[in-house]
């Protein structure tokens, strides 16, 4: 137990190094606020009348015209114009799932979280009904769009329409995509029942797709989703995830047979878009600890490992941490592994402290309180408590990236140039300028820090100051429970 004593000292007087700098304790409700705002600029459709991002206008009116359907509306996934359904539909669930566990902590946020997981989840529904047999994975040619630099509200590149069908299976989109609405239908179920039971209806359906035309979506559209979000992990994944959420929303034996037949064999140490399998373990622990279910005991054995990979003093543990102490997986927008993970550091230590349960990392003996502190550290870090004083949540606290790789933030609104700007106008003189941003995309969180916890706030540098809504999705959760025990 020496080991356990010397780690908590270590991590508390690093906390009190840090905090020379920077007030240790941020805003909670302030970021939490922010983290849901963001959304709003991320939107494509036409745009309502409580938009709040004044410098966003109305976009993609006619997308899913070159297929005769309706795919208007969701979200332009990170800086880009491009709709990508997979890391979207990811989003939605992940919203859904800090609505569901912190709903009671958000407060006046909750409204403006269940807005955000609507304008994702209609989405979805057209996508999934629009054409029988077909599910609608992606709007835009990304190879095209990436090209160019210019505002969504201008346009002017082909808005290529993509799916997954029988003969070109997608399991992975379509599992994610089932697991996204089986998520959004709890939400709702209360305060719009018809709309909760559509919802689920329409997942029950994408699941059985998913799983009678097994193969991964990568493999059926290659170049239009890949390099940019290839399935990775394979779909196994997906489909376990899907399964979860789908038991979860109904409490169905047929959904934990399936479950049981996915089957679940992988060891991750990292949480994603691509990568659920720790999120499906942690979700399904949840019916062994608050339920005693010992059906599920694997699942929680599982959600463990997951833990006792990332805590830095377990002797199993692969994460590694910067000097500064955020976790560092990986060097290509390490922010959204760091704001997955954290989500679900907290919810497990949630289920844990509701049941007074603890376990061990070999001879380390865990409890609520070592998850919280690693999740409270990452939040802080990412808020502005870290060795450079940056704040990687822009429009947050009095240091925060001004160089946003982000085009419609990065270029002139409609209001104030209203001339268009074409594919190629953008670049000259905005993209190349080292003038801040003219729009604040305020809540965005970037792809973060490098390993030795420098940013250079670099726009041209997209791995590193790109937002996602996915980074974005995953910090909701964990910013409302400490919102909520917090004095701030």
């Not at 997979?86 to 912190?102: K, Q, R």
């Amino acid at each position: 137990m020496k080991r356990v004593s010397f780690f908590f000292c270590v991590l508390f007087c690093l906390t009190l190094w840090v905090s020379r700098f920077v007030e240790a304790n941020p805003n909670y409700k302030d970021a939490l606020a922010k983290s849901i705002l963001f959304f709003q600029a991320q939107r494509s459709g036409r745009l309502p009348a409580s938009q709040q991002i004044k410098w966003r206008s109305n976009s993609g009116l006619s997308d899913g015209h070159l297929a005769g359907v309706d795919l208007t509306g969701g979200y332009y996934d990170a800086g880009d114009n491009v709709k990508f359904n997979f890391p979207m539909a990811f989003t939605t669930t992940m919203l859904s799932w800090s609505a569901l566990e912190y709903g009671k902590r958000m407060g006046p946020q909750l409204q403006n979280t269940r807005d955000a997981i609507r304008w994702g989840a209609d989405y979805l529904l057209k996508c999934a009904t629009a054409t029988p047999g077909k599910l609608y994975v992606g709007v835009g040619d990304p190879n095209v769009d990436h090209k160019c630099w210019e505002r969504p509200e201008d346009m002017d590149t082909v808005r290529s329409v993509y799916s997954v069908s029988s003969s070109n299976p997608g399991s992975d989109v379509a599992g994610e995509t089932a697991a996204a609405l089986a998520a959004a239908s709890m939400v709702f179920r209360k305060v719009d029942p018809k709309y909760s039971k559509l919802l689920l209806a329409t997942a029950k359906k994408v699941m059985q797709f998913a799983l009678q035309y097994q193969g991964a979506y990568s493999d059926s559209l290659g170049s239009a989703v890949c390099p940019f979000y290839c399935s990775y992990s394979g779909y196994k994944d997906e489909l376990l995830w899907g399964a979860a959420w789908l038991f979860r929303a109904t409490n169905k034996m047929y959904y934990y047979n399936m479950l049981k037949s996915i089957g679940s064999d992988d060891e991750p140490d990292l949480f994603s878009w691509d990568n659920k399998y720790a999120g499906a373990h942690v979700l399904l622990s949840r019916r062994a600890l608050l339920n005693n279910d010992k059906n599920f005991e694997q699942y929680k054995v599982e959600a463990e490992n997951f833990m006792c990979r990332i805590l830095p003093n377990s002797p199993f543990t692969t994460t590694q941490y910067t000097q500064g102490g955020l976790i560092y997986k990986l060097p290509q927008s390490n922010l959204q592994y760091v704001t997955s993970i954290t989500f679900l550091l907290t919810t497990y230590a949630k289920y844990m402290k509701s049941t007074k349960h603890t376990f061990n990392c070999g001879n380390l003996e865990v409890n609520p309180i070592s998850l919280l502190v690693i999740a409270k550290r990452q939040i802080d870090y990412i808020l502005g408590v870290n060795p450079i004083q940056m704040s990687y949540m822009v429009g947050f606290g009095p240091h925060y990236p001004k160089r946003v790789h982000h085009r419609g933030a990065s270029l002139p609104s409609l209001a104030s140039h209203p001339q268009v700007i074409g594919c190629d106008g953008g670049f000259q003189p905005f993209f190349y300028s080292g003038n801040p941003n003219p729009n604040v995309l305020t809540g965005a969180i970037i792809g973060g820090p490098n390993q030795n916890d420098g940013f250079p706030d670099d726009r041209s540098d997209y791995s590193h100051s790109e937002p996602a809504t996915y980074i974005n999705a995953a910090f909701v959760g964990p910013l409302s429970y400490f919102a909520a025990t917090s004095r701030s």
